[in-house]
């Protein structure tokens, strides 16, 4: 009692835990922070990054089975990007990226911890794409923040009526401003 351990109902004979301690196994089943992962196979498990595990099959994240990954060529990039060699995921999620060989992470993830990816025909808000218009003049800009010739983003949805022509970031902020006005996230607000 008061220990932080938990008793597992798991073959004691097999049981081990495993090079990241956050998961193990026994014959039969794994664990990660001793909940069963469902759908993972024992006999080939293992732990490959903190919160990331393979089997001959899939690619695990914590406890959740990553949709279409394939354990076999399945890679960790960094804590939250991964590959399999036909895909890319963030976390546990595939992208489905437009063009597998000309994917990058950006070396960009602001104070909030926002993540931004991309290839040579769309790019990438953390798990989701974004609805980007032209590519070749996508632009990074800061806090969440980038621009086509068509539009400004935040994070992956358009921020409505801003110019991107003029669009800019005040300072180093969360905020940005355009010909017509200035912006808090996607609201318009008065310039100061």
């Known amino acids: 009692m008061g220990s932080g351990e938990t008793e597992l109902d798991a073959d004691h ?6 090079e990241h301690d956050r998961y193990a196994k026994d014959k039969s089943r794994v664990f990660y922070k001793g909940r069963v992962i469902e759908g993972a196979d024992a006999k080939t498990f293992k732990s490959i990054w903190e919160f990331y595990g393979v089997d001959k099959y899939h690619a695990f994240y914590a406890d959740t089975l990553i949709p ?48 931004l990816s991309y290839d040579d025909k769309c ?22 923040y980038t621009k086509d010739k068509e539009n400004v983003y935040l994070g992956n949805m358009v921020v409505e009526g801003a110019d991107p022509a003029s669009f800019e970031m005040i300072g180093n902020t969360f905020a940005g401003k355009d010909k017509h006005s200035c912006f808090n996230g996607f609201d318009r607000v008065e310039c100061l």
């Not at 974004?130 to 806090?143: E, N």
């Open 13 to 18: 004979e097999t049981f081990e835990i495993l």
């Open 68 to 115: 279409n990954s394939y354990g076999g060529s399945f890679e960790v990039l960094n804590g939250n990007f991964s590959r399999d060699g036909k895909d890319y995921f963030f976390n546990e999620r595939p992208l489905n990226v437009c063009d597998y060989k000309s994917f990058k992470i950006h070396d960009f993830n602001d104070a909030q911890g926002n993540w």
């Open 123 to 144: 790019a990438y808000y953390m798990k989701c794409r974004i609805p980007i218009v032209d590519r070749d003049s996508f632009t990074v800009l800061f806090g969440g």
